[in-house]
């Protein structure tokens, strides 16, 4: 069973910035793709940006440009720096991972979310 743990999320003022850490856990074996993903109040979830083991990322383009993406694959541990944060970006955050555990089954798991909260 792999599991992953968020943390990082806050509130945080317009223009303001936030880290959030998503570490996973478990029997793995290796990591494919870590996406980050949030539900806005009373919205759908949304895709937010991705990052493949070879380096590859993708943003919504509400985000590009303001936030970043990247991995420690050595700590299995997925980050989101998130610059220039505007009310819209309130929101649960999750992390997802898939790869393969240590009987080298795939797996796809979530994380249990972190709120992020951006106001005056």
């Known amino acids: 069973q792999v599991r992953l743990v968020e943390s990082g999320g806050g509130l945080v003022q317009p223009g303001g910035s936030l880290r959030l850490s998503c570490a996973a856990f478990?029997?793995?074996?290796?990591?494919?793709?870590m996406r980050w993903f949030r539900q806005p109040p009373g919205k759908e979830r949304e895709f937010v940006a991705l990052?493949?083991?070879?380096?590859?990322?993708d943003y919504v383009d509400s985000v590009k440009g303001r936030f970043t993406i990247s991995r420690d694959n050595a700590r299995n541990t997925l980050y989101l720096q998130m610059n220039i944060l505007k009310p819209e970006d309130t929101a649960v955050y999750s992390c997802?991972?898939?790869?393969?555990?240590?009987?080298?089954?795939?797996?796809?798991?979530w994380g249990q979310g972190t709120q992020v909260t951006v106001s005056s």
């Open positions: 990052s493949t083991r070879d380096g590859s990322t």
């Open positions: 997802n991972a898939v790869g393969y555990d240590t009987n080298y089954a795939n797996f796809d798991s």
């Open positions: 478990g029997n793995i074996f290796k990591i494919n793709n």
